[in-house]
Each structure stands twice: as structure tokens, then as C-alpha cells.
């Protein structure tokens, strides 16, 4: 007998990325599944009079996005706090940080993220003392957007009571803490932090998170939770809910801890275990000297011995691993670690991440590729920060910026490539990551429309072992569906990001609807 569908989506463009590619006008969803694709004639053979119909009237439907790298609790967090995006002087950035204070009571905590310097004439983060003058009696904590370094007041660092040889406490010409911390000061500030907020709070940022998340079309979210940078609160928290939240989320629990992961019922490990930090930060462990900053390369922050040993122990107990990586001496440890694994306890395709990966060279392309290592990508970095007036140009020179993010090396050489969005380091956007891969900087490494929307459909799905239950749309995965006003396959490279999302579908509920 024949199953008879609950929705049918009809009258459109239907990408189904399903090996042959093949472009349909309809599909049909029964319950939680897609129980047909083809034309508008051969769907209406599962119609009822009681199923749901969508006329598309020409739109385009593509499978569901996914981020295959979301910090989602602190995503929602940081649209609670002050947020600096798009500020390009250190006088608006003052001008709001003095503008909060006023309606706080003493004592308070002010919490701002996502400044960037590099958009000041002066590119220059404001100090301790700049800031007391505004907020004196409030403790004040203010986080760069790459989350790898932040500035405080006197009142934060008097109750953040930090070492005074902590690696990360910049200090000016007569020694004095300046405010500005990195490294592993900025850790240890960002957990005592970001610990120190109520649930309340997070159950309220996680809400935000996925209103966020549906608006662009996101249906599975690889969720980066806990760990150095964030509050292992976010995970607890996450973990109570996540059955509840409309998205499907893969959770990676940022730690080394393998038993506690393992005691939590986790098959995953990772995400932003830093080796290192970032280019924006002067914290990318570089092979060459910053051209900006030619005192340093960076430091790595753990040594190969205690990565092999992370590393060799979460493989043979079965974890999949991620960890971040942005400069080719962390890129280096974590391959060599990932092989050292593999050669003494080797497993089938585990599909190890690393993540971010923005100065991978050609070797290292090579041996993910051997390993069978999946390269975790954020391609809306190349569009905030490609070019040769770009952040990578200042921090690297022109000739070295030319080398980041090198997408169509890793497609060419046939090593499994998915896209994130780091969020909220940049928005949860996909639409802007395809933008991203298919217009960046260098032409040479441009990817096709098709291959950039594979980084948030299919390749994640294969990357979480997934592929059978998700990331295209055929017969038997969920109906996890995006709606498009536009051809994404046919609009103009430079309008990608222009392109708006008019339905999400997850699992065969629209759970968002533009109109």
C-alpha cells in the first residue's frame, strides 16, 4: 500500500543533491520523512484531501543547511550583551560602553563582544584606564570578535584577581597591566566570566540562538559547547534541552577530559580545543613572523607530547575528535597527532575534524587527505577578512594573505571540506558562507555555487555520519528543507548573500515561514 503524504511542496526548483544531482519540481513528506521527489504530476499521486500543499510558485528548495561549527549558547548569550559589530571607532565603542553604564546600578557586570580594532583609524583596543573613566564602579568585560583576546577595567581585574605572570597580560612600556589580555589569560578570563552567568540567562540565549538559527535556513547545527573560551554550563544546559529545540544539534564537548565526555554518553570530543589562537589576535601559531608585529610568530599552547597523549587516548576509545587549528604549526601538531593515533590503534574512517585551518598549505592538505581527516571551514572569514585591505593582508602581508582559506586546493585534492560559520564569531549565515567560498579574495581558489552549498548540506552530513539520514533530499532522509526566493544555482556570484530564506523545514514541520 502506497504511503500518502502529510505535505507536498510543489511548482519549484527542487536541488536535490542526491549523487546525480538531479533537479525536481516537487517532493512529498510523510510524517518526518521524504516519502517521494519528481514532477509536479507524479507527487500529486500521494496527495489526500488532507494533505498540507506548498505551492512554491517557482521558488527553489534546497536540502537543509547545517553549521558544522556553532558556539550556540554563547551565540544567544552575545546578542544579550553589548555587541560592537560594525562599530569603526574607539570612540562610538566608548560612546556605548558609557551609554550602558548609565542604566546599570554599581556593581554590575557590562559584558560586550564582537569590537575589532582593525576597523578603528587607530587600530588600537581601548585600555583599563579609558574605560575606568567611564565605568568605574562597574565591572566591565569587553571580548574581541575572534573570542582570542578582550579588554577589561581596574574593577574586573580586581575580582578577577589574576596571576601576575600569567601568559597573556599586556602591559604597556612602564610595566603596567594595560587591560589588554591574550593567550592563556584570556582563557582563564572568559571561563571565570562566562561561568559566573545565570541559567536564566543561557535559557534565554539559547532561544535566541535558534529563532536565529531558523531564520536563515539552518536545520542541523554541529554545536561547539564548553571548554577554555566558553562555560561548561552551556553543555549541561544544552544537554537538558536539546531534545526539546526544533534543530537538530551534534554536540561536541570542548575538553580533553575523555572520560568525562564518555560518562556524559558523548560519541564526540572537541571543537575549539585551541593549539593556538587567532590571525586577528596575534595568537596563529605562523611559521613566519606577523608582518604587522615582527617580534612574534605565536606561541603553541600545548606541547606535541600532551596532544599525541589527548589525542591517541579519545581515538581509541572511539570519540570523533575535533580541534582548532588556524596557523601551520597547530595545523602540523594536530596531523602528527592524528596520525600517531591512527598508527597505533587504527580505526575505520573516523573522521576526525580539524577545525578553522585558515593557513593550510598543500602538504598539509595531503596528509588530511590520507588520513581521511575532514577539514572544518569557515568561509564568511575570506569575506569579512580576505583582500588586500583586509585583516589577513595587515596581520600577514599581501603576498602570505593570498594563501588563506585555501578552498578549492582542499576540493581539488578531494579531502572532505564542510562549512561553519564559527558563529558568533561570524553570524549563523550560510547563505554568506556560500557567498564566502564562491567569492573569495584569491580567484584562484574560488569555488563553484554547487560546491560551496555542498559545504552546508551533504558534506556535514557525511562528516557526522549523517549522509544516510540527511544532507540531500531523496527518498527516506528527513525532510529537513530549505525555501529560497532565488535560483541559488543561477543568481550572480556577488547577490549570493542577498539570496532570503522564506521557509525552514525540519523534519517535515515548517518551522519558519518569512510570510
Avoid at 601568559?167 to 603596567?176: E, I
Avoid at 587504527?346 to 593557513?359: A, Q
Avoid at 596528509?367 to 583582500?387: H, I
Wanted: net charge neutral; with cysteine.
Amino acid at each position: 500500500m502506497k504511503t500518502l503524504a502529510d505535505l507536498i511542496l510543489y511548482n519549484g526548483k527542487i536541488i536535490t543533491l542526491d549523487g546525480t544531482d538531479r533537479i525536481v519540481e516537487a517532493v512529498a513528506v510523510n510524517k518526518e520523512e521524504i516519502i517521494a521527489v519528481g514532477t509536479n504530476e507524479e507527487i500529486k499521486e500521494f496527495m489526500t484531501d488532507n494533505t498540507q500543499q506548498l505551492n512554491l510558485e517557482g521558488k527553489t528548495v534546497v536540502p537543509g543547511f547545517i553549521d558544522s561549527h556553532v558556539h550556540f549558547v554563547q551565540t544567544g548569550l552575545n546578542k544579550l550583551f553589548l555587541n560592537f559589530t560594525g562599530v569603526d571607532s574607539r570612540e562610538e565603542m566608548l560612546n556605548l560602553i558609557k551609554n550602558r553604564a548609565q542604566k546599570l546600578p554599581a556593581g554590575e557586570w557590562i559584558y560586550g563582544v564582537g569590537f575589532d580594532e582593525e576597523n578603528f583609524a587607530d587600530p588600537q583596543p581601548p585600555t583599563r584606564w579609558q574605560l575606568d573613566k567611564l565605568v568605574p564602579d562597574n565591572p566591565a568585560w569587553f571580548s574581541r570578535v575572534d573570542c582570542h583576546s578582550c579588554v577589561v577595567n581596574s574593577k574586573a581585574l580586581q575580582l578577577l584577581n589574576m596571576p601576575r605572570n600569567i601568559l597573556g597580560l599586556d602591559r604597556d612600556r612602564k610595566g603596567r597591566v594595560t587591560g589588554v589580555i591574550r593567550n592563556k589569560a584570556n582563557f582563564e578570563v572568559r571561563n571565570w566570566v562566562l561561568g559566573n552567568i545565570p541559567n536564566r540567562k543561557r535559557m534565554k540565549a539559547i532561544q535566541v540562538a535558534t529563532r536565529l538559527a531558523l531564520e536563515v535556513g539552518i536545520t542541523t547545527i554541529h554545536s561547539m559547547e564548553g571548554g577554555g573560551l566558553f562555560s561548561e554550563l552551556d553543555l549541561q544546559l544544552l544537554l537538558e534541552v536539546k531534545d526539546e529545540n526544533p534543530l537538530d544539534i551534534v554536540l561536541f564537548n570542548q575538553t580533553m577530559d575523555v572520560d568525562r565526555v564518555l560518562s556524559l554518553g558523548l560519541d564526540r570530543i572537541g571543537g575549539c580545543i585551541a593549539l593556538d589562537g587567532s590571525i586577528g589576535s596575534r595568537t596563529a601559531a605562523l611559521i613566519e613572523p606577523y608582518a604587522d608585529e615582527p617580534t612574534t610568530r605565536a606561541r603553541l599552547y600545548h606541547s606535541q607530547k600532551r596532544i599525541n597523549e589527548f589525542v591517541t587516548t579519545a581515538h581509541k576509545a572511539g570519540l570523533q575528535i575535533a580541534v582548532h587549528a588556524i596557523g601551520s604549526r597547530a595545523i602540523d601538531q594536530i596531523l602528527e597527532a592524528y596520525q600517531v593515533a591512527q598508527k597505533e590503534y587504527p580505526r575505520d574512517n573516523p573522521r576526525h575534524r580539524v577545525e578553522h585551518n585558515e593557513l593550510i598549505n598543500q602538504q598539509q592538505i595531503n596528509k588530511a587527505k590520507e588520513l581521511g581527516v575532514t577539514l572544518s571551514m569557515q568561509p564568511a572569514f575570506e569575506y569579512y577578512w580576505g583582500g588586500s585591505a583586509g585583516m589577513y593582508s595587515t596581520r600577514l602581508g599581501e603576498k602570505r594573505a593570498k594563501r588563506t582559506n585555501p578552498f578549492r586546493d582542499i576540493i581539488d585534492a578531494n579531502c572532505l571540506m564542510i562549512g561553519g560559520s564559527d558563529s558568533d564569531v561570524t553570524p549563523m549565515d550560510p547563505l554568506l558562507g556560500i557567498h564566502g567560498a564562491v567569492n573569495h579574495s584569491n580567484p584562484t581558489q574560488q569555488l563553484t555555487i554547487k560546491e560551496a552549498l555542498k559545504l552546508f548540506t551533504i558534506n556535514p552530513a557525511k562528516a557526522a555520519f549523517e549522509a544516510d539520514i540527511k544532507g540531500s533530499i531523496e527518498v527516506g532522509k528527513a525532510a529537513n528543507l530549505t525555501v529560497l526566493n532565488r535560483d541559488i544555482l543561477t543568481v550572480p556570484s556577488d547577490e549570493i548573500k542577498d539570496i532570503e530564506v522564506m521557509k525552514t523545514i525540519i523534519k517535515g514541520r515548517i518551522h519558519y515561514a518569512r510570510y
